[in-house]
Structure formats: C-alpha cells, structure tokens
C-alpha cells in the first residue's frame, strides 16, 4: 500500500510574488486561513506558528523557502483532536503560467495511523478556496465557524 | 445497474448560490468561458442527452443524465464517441450551500479497472475547469489556462486503440 499523499490544486489570477505573499504573511493569513495567523522568519530551520485568538493551531519547522516558486514546512496540529504530537509535510509548488498562478500543495509524509490526512482533506479546500477569493476579490467569502469543529472528522459533511 | 468506484474527487467553495453554480454548469453560455471552450448540452431530465462539444462543434462526450436534481445534484455519464473502447465514467456534481457560499463537488467514478494513466486527463482536467469556474462566478472573468491533455493519457488512449485491431 502507497503511503497516503493529499495533493490539491488551484490556479489563481496573481502573480507568485502576491501568491507567495499571501501564505507567508500574518495579516493575510489571518483573513483567508479562518483567522489562523501565521508567524515565521521563513528562514530554512526556523519555526512556524500559527495563532487563533492566541491559541496555537499549527505548528512546524521550514523545510525549503525558494521564494516564490516553493515553500516547504513541517505541520504539526495542535486543534480539535490533535494534540500537536502527529507531524507530517507541507510543500506549496508555485508556477507561474500565463495570467495566473498553478498553486500545488502537497501534504504527505504522515505518520503511522496518523489521523490528520482527514482533517487536512477537508481543511485544504476550504482555505486555497478562500486563498483565491482573496487574491482574486479581495474580500474572503468563506465563513467557517466548523472548520474547528470539523476537523478530525472522517465524514465530507459539513453543516453550514 | 453499474457501479462507479470514485477515482477522482475536487472540491471547491464558491461565492455564489446554487442555483447560479447550476446554471454555470448547465448553460453552454457559462461552460463555453471556462470548459476549455466546450459547450453543453444537457436534456433536463433523467434519462436526458448529454452532450460537450468542442469549439469546431464535433462532439467530444456523449452520455446520458443520471440524475437531475436543481439545484442539488447533477449526475451524467461520459462516453468519448472519439475513443469507442474507453468504458463510459460517471461524472457527478454535487451543489451545497455552506458557510456564506457554495460547496462544488465534483466526482469522477469510473466502472473499471481504470490505470493511472487514464485518470491523469482528469486529474489535470478538473481543478483547471473548476478553478476557472470559480474565477468567472466570482469576478466575471474566467482563467485562460492552456489545457492539453497529458502525455501519459495520450499514450495510454492510443494503446487502447489498437487493442484488438
């Protein structure tokens, strides 16, 4: 059996420069990430951190940072079920294309009857859908008040 | 009554309502900016005609409406009249309305043994289609993404071909 990887997709009207941008900073983060804010020097080695209402919600270290074109963390949830023991990988692969942004994010390396590859699968496309409104509309037209709640849950099912 | 194991599944949130998200994907008007220039044609009822045609107005997928649920559930069947051997897959869109906007689940099943190398058309496929569907909902402009189709598919389409000739 291949070890599960969570790969996901999306073109976005913008350039890498603001693409890169936006998942490297806490103010923009904190907009389309649910409020999830992220803190880092994105130096190679340094840590990852992002905060909601002051609580840690994820945690890691950056693995690569080849502005813009790839940025690569560890990933280590501390919400929901998770209780920040269960670390797997990050990779976002930026390519630049004609008027748009090829954004692929990969997340894989998950340990043993780890039960984040649930969450992650659900959590992505919520984000890089909100990711994309944002750099496209400037505005974040998501709201997700279960993305918490959801989280570690098997079930596609969301209730609005 | 065949069954179509889920093989490839996207999900986008959309800032839209259903009954716009199912206009996009019913009305040639829509699919012509963001199919990569394929228009449909869909029959609005089960059992109903399925038809994408592409911009010479050849017909690229031909099946049958499985369910027609509006604003809901649109679930079709695709067969390649160019590629007769290649068993029909089930394309379903399932339409929600959460959290201020549109959840749009598109799942491909297929009823066989499919290899990678068949799935990889869709794979590339969907989140180009898709994401240029949400851009044209959300700012009235699609994505001009060019599509070909991948290698492995292509080589893989033409070893199906030629077997049995």
Redesign the interface.
């Known amino acids: 059996m291949s070890k599960p990887s969570f790969v996901?997709?999306?073109?976005?009207?913008s350039t890498p420069e603001k693409v890169f941008k936006a998942l490297t900073d806490t103010e923009a983060t904190a907009k389309f990430w649910f409020g999830n804010a992220v803190t880092s020097d994105w130096k190679v080695g340094s840590p990852v951190a992002f905060h909601r209402e002051g609580k840690l919600i994820l945690s890691g270290k950056v693995i690569e940072n080849d502005a813009p074109r790839r940025l690569s963390y560890t990933f280590t949830p501390h919400h929901g079920p998770h209780d920040g023991s269960d670390t797997s990988r990050v990779v976002m692969d930026l390519e630049q294309?004609?008027?748009?942004v090829k954004l692929t994010v990969t997340h894989d390396d998950f340990a043993p009857g780890s039960t984040v590859f649930a969450s992650i699968s659900n959590g992505w496309?919520?984000v890089l859908?909100?990711l994309?409104?944002y750099l496209?509309?400037g505005?974040t037209?998501?709201?997700?008040?279960?993305y918490e709640e959801n989280a570690g849950q098997k079930t596609?099912k969301?209730?609005? | 009554m065949t069954t179509f194991k889920p093989n490839t599944v996207y999900v986008t949130y959309i800032a839209s309502t259903p009954e716009k998200v199912w206009q996009a994907l019913t009305d040639a008007e829509f699919t012509r900016q963001y199919f990569g220039g394929q228009t449909v044609e869909v029959e609005p009822k089960a059992g109903g005609r399925f038809v994408m045609r592409l911009p010479d107005g050849s017909v690229n997928v031909q099946g049958r409406v499985v369910e027609w649920s509006p604003p809901h559930r649109l679930s079709c069947t695709w067969g390649f009249p160019q590629v007769p051997k290649l068993p029909e897959c089930l394309v379903t869109y399932d339409i929600e309305a959460v959290g201020g906007a549109v959840k749009l689940t598109m799942t491909e099943g297929h009823s066989w043994d499919i290899p990678e190398a068949l799935l990889s058309g869709g794979r590339s496929g969907w989140p180009a289609i898709l994401s240029s569907l949400k851009s044209l909902l959300e700012t009235g402009q699609p994505l001009a993404i060019k599509m070909a189709p991948p290698k492995e598919m292509l080589e893989a389409l033409k070893a199906l071909r030629k077997e049995g000739n």
């Open positions: 996901y997709v999306t073109y976005i009207a294309q004609k008027n748009q496309p919520l859908s909100n994309k409104s496209e509309t505005t037209p998501l709201y997700a008040p279960w596609e969301v209730v609005s």
